[in-house]
């Protein structure tokens, strides 16, 4: 079994993926989604995690062998980047989603040197703004950013062209063609909901998939 199938399977077995077609979740953006992301749940689910932290490990091992530091964005990141970065025996730190209004007023949290070469730990993409964001942080702050390990990801055509707008490569660990063709194999959709999802992703501000169940109920 892949990577991304057994993310997916793990993700779906502790439900830090809903798949909600006729009953879609509203996301603070106001747009409607079949679909809703919750992966803080994968670190009080230890197998789950394991096979996430050992498996972004072995993606900046294969696809980011000159990094040296992993920076988690805030907060999701964070417990990621740590966790890999323990396993790689690699210093990380974070980056806040804005800087501290106290102190040193820090935007970034650990050492970082000018010229060291970033990767950055991402829960989730979807339009792809607070990964970037992070981005920009770090290369302001003199930092080489690699490139964005994400756990999982949207696939959303918007979030690609800002990354690519951006020059930044993301690799995320599972996507969302293959968790709804897991849960269509698992039973936990019908593979008429699987067509609805995926054309929610393809153009989110239509919402004919919302109206095509309404017509058909």
């Not at 006729?22 to 670190?43: E, H, M, Q």
Request: charged fraction near 30%; hydrophobic fraction near 40%.
């Amino acid at each position: 079994m892949d990577l991304n199938t057994q993310v997916a399977k793990g993700l779906l077995s502790i439900g830090a993926v809903f798949l909600s077609p006729d009953k879609p979740f509203t996301w603070a953006s106001g747009i409607k989604s079949p679909v809703y992301c919750d992966n803080r749940l994968t670190l009080t689910a230890p197998e789950v995690r394991d096979v996430i932290e050992q498996g972004i490990a072995e993606t900046v091992r294969d696809r980011f062998p000159e990094a040296q530091v992993l920076m988690g964005t805030s907060t999701a990141g964070i417990a990621h980047a740590a966790i890999a970065g323990h396993i790689l025996g690699m210093p990380m730190g974070y980056v806040r989603g804005s800087a501290k209004d106290h102190g040193r007023a820090n935007r970034i949290e650990g050492k970082l040197e000018k010229g060291q070469k970033v990767v950055v730990i991402e829960d989730l993409i979807s339009t792809a703004g607070s990964a970037i964001e992070c981005v920009s942080a770090l290369r302001e702050a003199g930092a080489e950013v690699l490139g964005i390990i994400s756990i999982f990801t949207y696939g959303m055509k918007k979030g690609k062209e800002r990354l690519a707008e951006n020059g930044i490569e993301n690799i995320s660990l599972c996507d969302l063609d293959t968790l709804v063709e897991t849960a269509a194999e698992e039973g936990r959709i019908g593979r008429e909901d699987r067509e609805r999802i995926l054309r929610f992703r393809d153009n989110p501000s239509d919402e004919s998939w919302i109206k095509e169940e309404v017509k058909n109920s």
